[in-house]
């Protein structure tokens, strides 16, 4: 049978990973078994996705990121140049806790931008936006955007990633998009 994806000749695809069709890897990338990656994604130069890592549909790892065990990625997450996950939160050299992996999850259409670091056990929540260089050391909810070490949050971001001014009721309008979301209790729902 042949592959249904596309992997550049300098990258290594261990047996037993799970890779669906329209994926592309490109140079020097490492593809450990155990993992699985979903339809169309793209996986930058140089990057590791490590056994028991899930990527969802259409996600895009741009170069220089490695995905640890006990990172699931949902559809349509942007992981950003030299990104950072970690999966130990006390790691030591001479401790071996390879059966410790803390889990991180990364919802839908997240975005993680350009050398942010994500603390292991600390999810980001669908559609959130968090800044270049950003550390994030605590759980981030949807459609928060944050920046800063550690990450603060200082808004909130439509699905097409741009900031979302709230009026008196509640209300902002994505001015890409003109979807419509809606602010009560600090917590952002899409209307409609």
């Known amino acids: 049978m042949e592959k249904e994806y596309f992997a550049h000749s300098s990258s290594v695809i261990d047996e037993g990973c ?3 069709k329209g994926v592309k890897i490109w140079h020097f ?6 993992c699985t990656i979903g ?7 140089n990057v590791v996705v490590s056994p028991e890592v899930v990527l969802g549909k259409n996600v895009k790892v741009q170069n220089n990121v490695s995905i640890y ?10 992981l950003g140049p030299s990104m950072v996950f970690t999966n130990i939160v006390n790691p030591r050299s001479a401790v071996n806790r390879k ?8 919802g839908r259409g997240a975005t993680i931008g350009a050398n942010a670091t994500i ?3 600390h999810d980001i929540g669908e559609f959130a936006f968090v800044g270049a260089g950003a550390v994030v050391t605590k759980n981030i909810p949807p459609y928060a955007l944050v920046i ?10 439509s699905e097409y990633g741009h900031p979302l001014s709230f009026d008196k009721d509640g209300l902002a309008t994505c001015p890409e998009s003109k979807e ?5 209790k600090g917590n952002v729902k899409k209307l409609g």
């Open 18 to 20: 799970k890779i669906a």
């Open 29 to 34: 990338s490492h593809i450990m078994p155990g």
């Open 39 to 45: 339809e169309n994604c793209n996986i930058g130069q």
């Open 69 to 78: 065990s006990g990172v699931n990625c949902g559809d349509d997450v942007f």
């Open 99 to 106: 059966g410790s992996y803390v889990k991180t999850n990364v």
């Open 119 to 121: 603390v292991c056990g």
């Open 148 to 157: 800063g070490n550690p990450a603060r949050q200082t808004g909130w971001m």
């Open 180 to 184: 419509n979301y809606r602010l009560e």
